[in-house]
């Protein structure tokens, strides 16, 4: 299972090794197959081992993995398979299958997600999602009389921080039947069980000056049953099916206390609290139609109704704050609950060999039902008590998306088709800016496929995208939330879209291949005054791969991509700043990232040895680069272009982080049946990242903070495995 | 499996006629000619026959497989004619020199239920994608799925080798780890889902299949969560922390240009000294990005 580097495992797996060349001419037609893949590893590591493992168990010790097993009984195929046994990332899966007729498997899947082992708090819980202080600690802070000396308190205090593992893990249980009928009749049930337990970083504020990073707890379960009835007879495929899926969390609030303060006063509580991720249910049902038509000819009729639904756990009180008067709620519970609808339709059809047709028809409503919550005072950071006048509202968001679609394809000549198509694509959408966006989207296609000497393909698309609704109405609607009027939220806004893209792959000799890519775009937001005003792409690939014999072969690939955007605002304070054009800037945003893969094997060397060896480098630079004043060629017509007077900037340092991968595998083929192997790999990770290294993550006590000193840092490590292969 | 159900070596069957509406009829043997069975197939083509053991086509008690029907000949077409000449090759169903459209004719002719339903018209097929282009029956390299290479992130690679370079980034889901794989949430065969996407009939369904958790609804939205995850997270992967397609909080300064500190240039002055950049940038404060239930959650802090 392994992917883009593959472990040492999948290669004595799938790469037919030369202990499995020798059991093959023994054994052709064997019923019982498998491997067992066992030995010990170390690992040395300089830096933060916990992204290096991240969601694996690389720790040092004697190993189980690989583990397949393959056999026949009474027609029957049983499979069975076990990675990394023991640790924390183990797997265990098996099925049993009477081919044609019915098979049944189930997995126990571990995925552990190691954040870092160098975080360090001094929050300590006892009960699921309270989070203490020691008092004394808020006492020695809540005792200065000044930010400079509580800041002191604070750096005194952290000298005690205990050191955590910020880790979550998922367990996943999956399981399932399928019933194969003479009467094209497939009856398919599966059932999935999550549990996720662990704790993830969280932020929790006192105010704009003090806030603090937590540890909030994860317990979460999450409940899937999906069944479905499918009956295939001649042209005619029908299928029904009800999917449900409950979502439970253990510890919906979390409450910390301030570190600032042990006791609770009318303009800051000595704890906060918040709510976390509430239980819910999805459920839904769905069917399908599809009729083969004569002429190559398809139609396919698809509809699904769902309903979402919170909980219903009681909504936490707007405060903690003893100090603090009790404000009223609208009402106990969320009572959040939607609908869902979707219905697809879609005509394809291949009348001769010169002409496709394609037609869909698309649409999906979520009706979100839960009624407003009206709030006429609310408690902020659990600080103060403020009214809201006028009253607020909710906005329980709700949207309706039709989508339709149409493609005609000429074949002319066997190898070249060229294409045209249409998208209409119609969003209806609640409490946003734009209720309404229409988009039409005209796309050409021309491909060449050769078979399997020469492949391309290319795609131009043009879109335009428009929302609906008086400009006037908009500008009073954000300015009343403290916005720009014009301001566009970029991905409902009015947009032009240009992208094209090119494929293509040459294999001139049976041992030679080439594959190139490119692809370019630009959204331009054209009405975007404010918000993100375009972006681009550019992202070029190409790849070599040759294997003059069934034993050696390897290939290199390289791929670049190069993403701009620019975005606008005003830094501006309520009043005249509000509507100063000489506060204007912009963020002209570059990400650019390259990535290198290589591999070579050389298989069955002498018939006994196998050596693979993989690598990959990924290189990315990230930089944001202010322009204060008019934005030379990306200006509105309509906007007034006048010089700055903001202060000039101090730009921001570059992104940089660079991740390399190597891998070494020789396996040696004692006999048929057993190898021995080793592998050696190294990883190294460098970053340089302004809000996340160790130099802007310098200490856990910054200014107004109390954090847990989660920092992008770099490592280096090496894992060495030896391992002995047995094969069935 | 020994293949035993397969036809016997020199009893000739008559190829059935081919059912004129049956896409399969464009990659039609020579007529004229009969089946000839595996055994004299397998006379030359005993390379051919190692990864046709191995593989679920073999299972002759399964009835759809061609080793319960007509073995080789099941895909390839009666080989008389090539057996009696075997320099006429083209009279056989060769898969590397026929259209992607006879290609995929011929394998939908059983592979016609579930999500292979969804082929004709798919976003793959309709680019002149075939089976063949992913899978191999003879030589395939992966422990599941008979695909042309080792891993399905190689195999979409080939094609989409942006995406499969994310996955090496710093922010990844676990498919370089193996708990993952591009199936995981897509399927390549066609969907009723957008973007090929495996569950549900959204982006943000097919997302909260698994992060529940997002799941809400909410008592206060952020609505571009829900209209799709995608307008702020690369699912495929990114350099940025939580897979943010930029780092915050240019990401939420995006949409958000009001007053203060929304507007606020953060530039090197304050990025040591500011906690709207450090750390956690905004979402220090504003915890419940993707929709908050407490009562005071109006802008996602609480």
């Known amino acids: ?728 | 499996r020994a293949g035993s159900a397969a036809p016997v070596a020199g009893v000739e069957k008559p190829a059935p006629r081919q059912n004129s509406s049956q896409p399969i009829a464009a990659a039609s043997s020579a007529a004229g000619a009969a089946y000839v069975g595996n055994a004299a197939c397998l006379g030359c083509h005993d390379a051919q026959n190692k990864g046709y053991a191995d593989h679920p086509h073999h299972q002759a008690s399964d009835p759809r497989t061609p080793a319960a029907k007509q073995g080789c000949e099941t895909c390839h077409g009666a080989g008389s004619k090539h057996a009696d000449n075997p320099e006429e090759v083209h009279v056989l169903n060769n898969f590397k020199t026929m259209t992607p459209s006879q290609v995929s004719a011929t394998c939908t002719e059983c592979h016609n239920r579930g999500e292979h339903a969804l082929w004709q018209g798919s976003a793959h097929e309709k680019r002149d994608l075939s089976c063949i282009s992913c899978h191999s029956v003879h030589s395939a390299k992966s422990e599941s799925g008979n695909l042309k290479e080792k891993t399905q992130t190689q195999v979409c690679a080939q094609c989409h080798r942006d995406k499969a370079a994310k996955l090496d980034r710093s922010g990844h889901m676990p498919l370089r780890e193996g708990k993952m794989e591009c199936s995981t949430c897509h399927t390549p065969h066609g969907s009723t889902n957008v973007r090929n996407l495996r569950k549900g009939d959204s982006i943000a369904e097919m997302c909260t299949s698994c992060h529940a958790d997002k799941r809400g609804p909410f008592l206060w939205e952020h609505a571009p969560s829900r209209d799709g995850c995608v307008t702020c997270h690369d699912p495929h992967g990114s350099s940025n922390e939580r897979m943010l397609v930029t780092k915050t909080p240019m990401l939420c300064q995006r949409c958000h240009v009001g007053t203060r500190h929304p507007s606020t240039i953060y530039d090197q002055a304050l990025i040591n000294t500011s906690v709207r950049v450090y750390a956690r940038s905004c979402v220090t404060c504003h915890t419940n990005v993707h929709g908050s239930n407490h009562p005071s959650g109006q802008f996602f802090v609480r």
């Open chain 1, 1 to 728: 299972q392994a992917t883009s580097a593959p472990a040492p495992v999948a290669q004595t797996q799938a790469a037919k090794p030369a202990a499995a060349a020798a059991a093959d001419e023994s054994a052709p037609w064997p019923t019982t197959t498998g491997t067992i893949n066992f030995g010990s590893r170390t690992t040395s590591i300089s830096g933060d081992g916990a992204r290096y493992e991240r969601y694996r168990d690389m720790s040092d010790g004697l190993f189980v993995e690989g583990f397949r097993f393959a056999t026949e009984r009474r027609g029957w195929v049983f499979d069975t398979l076990a990675d990394h046994v023991g640790r924390r990332d183990q797997r265990y899966s098996g099925s049993a299958v009477l081919p044609g007729r019915f098979k049944v498997w189930g997995q126990w899947d571990q995925i552990p997600m190691l954040m870092s082992r160098t975080t360090q708090t001094l929050f300590t819980s006892t009960t699921p999602g309270v989070l203490q202080l020691d008092d004394a600690v808020q006492a020695s802070v809540q005792a200065q009389a000044t930010a400079a000396g509580q800041g002191v308190a604070l750096a005194n205090a952290v000298t005690n921080a205990r050191q955590v593992e910020l880790s979550s893990r998922r367990h996943i249980f999956e399981g399932g039947a399928q019933y194969i009928g003479h009467t094209g009749l497939t009856l398919t049930s599966s059932v999935r069980h999550v549990n996720r337990d662990g704790q993830i970083p969280f932020g929790g504020s006192f105010g704009h000056s003090n806030v603090v990073e937590t540890m909030a707890p994860v317990k979460h379960q999450l409940s899937d049953i999906d069944t479905s009835a499918e009956y295939a007879q001649g042209n005619l495929l029908v299928r029904g099916g009800y999917d449900g899926s409950w979502f439970h969390n253990d510890v919906t609030s979390l409450t910390f206390d301030n570190p600032w303060r042990l006791t609770d006063i009318g303009s800051a509580g000595s704890r906060g609290r918040t709510s976390l991720p509430p239980s819910n249910s999805f459920m839904s049902v769905n069917g399908m139609l599809s009729y083969r038509l004569p002429h190559r000819s398809r139609a396919t009729l698809y509809g699904s109704l769902g309903s979402l639904r919170d909980a219903g756990d009681p909504l936490l009180p707007f405060t903690v704050n003893t100090a603090l008067p009790v404000v009223p709620l609208d009402r106990a519970t969320t009572d959040g609950h939607a609908s869902t609808s979707s219905i697809n339709a879609s005509f394809s059809s291949r009348p001769t060999k010169m002409v496709d047709v394609d037609v869909r028809f698309r649409t999906y409503d979520y009706n979100n039902r839960t009624p407003e919550f009206r709030i006429v005072q609310r408690v902020g950071y659990d600080n103060a008590v403020s009214v809201v006048s006028p009253a607020g509202e909710t906005e329980p968001f709700g949207l309706t998306r039709s989508t339709f679609d149409a493609d005609v394809r000429l074949t002319p000549v066997r190898i070249v088709s060229a294409g045209i198509g249409f998208t209409r694509n119609v969003e209806d959408r609640t409490h946003r800016i734009f209720e309404q966006t229409r988009e039409n989207v005209v796309r050409v296609t021309a491909d060449s496929v050769t078979g399997r000497w020469f492949t391309m393909r290319t795609k131009f698309e043009h879109g335009e995208r428009r929302g609906e609704g008086s400009v006037s109405e908009i500008a009073a609607e954000l300015s009343a939330i403290g916005e720009q009027p014009g301001m566009r939220h970029f991905d409902i806004a009015s947009r032009n879209r240009n992208r094209i893209t090119v494929t293509a792959a040459a294999t001139p000799l049976n041992v030679l291949s080439f594959d190139v890519s490119a692809a370019a775009g630009k959204d331009d937001f054209i009405e975007s005054e404010f918000g993100l005003r375009d972006n681009q792409h550019r992202v070029y690939g190409a790849g070599v791969e040759l294997s003059p014999t069934d034993e050696i072969g390897g290939g290199v690939s390289y791929s670049l991509e190069r993403y701009t955007a620019l975005s606008r605002s005003r830094q501006a304070n309520p009043g005249v700043q509000f509507t100063d054009p000489s506060r204007n800037w912009a963020t002209d945003s570059l990400d650019r990232s390259g990535s290198w893969t290589g591999h070579a094997e050389w298989l069955q060397i002498k018939r006994k040895l196998d050596v693979n060896l993989f690598g990959d480098l990924s290189r990315s630079r990230g930089l944001y680069r202010y322009i204060t004043g008019p934005v030379v060629d990306r200006t509105l017509p309509e906007e007034a272009v006048v010089p700055t007077t903001l202060p000039q900037p101090t730009q921001l340092p570059l992104v940089r982080s660079e991740l390399s991968r190597v891998n070494l595998d020789v396996v040696y083929a004692l006999t048929a049946r057993w190898g021995l192997g080793t592998s050696f790999g190294v990883e190294r990770y460098r970053v340089s990242d302004f809000t996340l290294d160790s130099q802007a993550i310098s200490r856990v006590d910054l200014p107004g903070a109390l954090l847990l000193g989660y920092q992008y840092l770099p490592y280096t490590a090496k894992t060495f495995w030896v391992r002995a292969i047995y094969r069935y």
